[in-house]
């Protein structure tokens, strides 16, 4: 989501007509689009902050702009602290943006506009930064409050787009060549709730799919309890769908889900996961784990790395609890310890990468079609995704790729988060 609003960050920029410096040392305008969801994300970025009080004492003019969830959530805070900054905007504003900038260059003075529940309506042009993959927002916000999360606080309440201006993005991006989307929104299962309709995630699916240039189609992220069976059946009958599940279970602890207030159970969760199975046979199915979250005790622990044996999943994105001031979560009794935290993590990564390396070796001896997003640090080989999102290297020989190429690769080497193989043919 955040690399979304900075794409349309970047488009309001080039509206005004400004165009990308080469490092942000000789900028005219930063924005620096935030993220609160884990603490050692906000580090990073008040580090990133700290760092441009350099660049203010050099160029005074420059534009400091500090956006999204931590300008949100801690705004004045910041302004108190860095007075480099010259405008803070949050979450509900990435529409304003070029309005406020406009205001703001007149009057030279801070800019602070942190209300929620704005409506936003991402109408505007974008600076995508893939050639051929766009992120198309369908919804923003979310309703769920789960006790760990501050993302609610930060974005506020569901705002669904409409199906129209969606697929007309859509229609639009693939004009300029796009052949891959992912519909993005927090919880998108609950697509057009705001608008009465517990079926629209699966109508909008089924018609994006239909959009003639449309090769490739993903969605994140979903939520367990909302994921009905009409979505399974819109992927298991799409033309271009991705086979591609991501269903964050979090824990596989029924009474830690229930602290978490996710809304499910584990049998409920896992009734799910036999669902996506019985209608798509070869779904690649991968989830979020956090451990350590208050109250776990070792066997709701046990719970959870039984859970990912029983599930298998191609890959799980793991984390430590972290504590988000403001939650329900920070103020539970029995916060976990950091050692038992961390000693939990290495034993969830050290099960999981089994069935991941045992997934992916799955692959040895398949053709596969990957969508080519250039070369890695070796020159010489490059990397792309699969439809189904696995991360594929193979070696370039003596042939020309371009970013978005469809290369056909044959998987020779398994590894725990990637495949590696030899071409077979490319299209461009
Ligand atoms: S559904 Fe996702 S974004 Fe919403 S509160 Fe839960 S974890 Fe946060």
Known sequence: MNESDAEHYAGQLKELGYVQAEDFHHADVIVVNTCCVRESAEKRIAGKIGELKAVKTANPNVIICIAGC??????????????????????????????????YDKTRSIYCELRTGNSMEFEGQKVRLSPFHAWIPIMYGCNNFCTYCIVPYV?????SRTQEQILAEIRQAVTQGYKEFTLLGQNVNSYGKDFDDKNAFAKLLRAADAIDGVERLHYMTSHPRDMNEDVILAVAEGRHISHHFHVPVQSGSTEILRRMNRGYTREKYLDLIRTIRKHVPDAVITTDIIVGFPGETEADFIDTLSLVETVG?????????????????????????????KDRLNRLMETENKYSLQKNKMLIGKVVEVFAEGATKNKNVWSGRTRENKLVLWDVEDKVYRVGDAVQVKIDTAQTWLVKGKTVECHN
């Open 313 to 341: 999943f191609d890959a799980a994105f793991t984390f430590i609890y972290s504590k988000r001031s403001g939650t329900p979560a920070a103020k539970m009794d029995n916060q976990v310890p950091l050692e038992v935290k």
């Open 155 to 159: 974005r506020g309440r569901e705002r």
């Open 70 to 103: 931590m300008a949100q959530k801690d705004g004045e805070r910041l302004l108190k602290k860095y007075p480099q900054i010259d405008i803070l905007l949050g979450t509900s504003y990435v529409n304003d943006f070029k309005r406020i900038l406009v205001e």
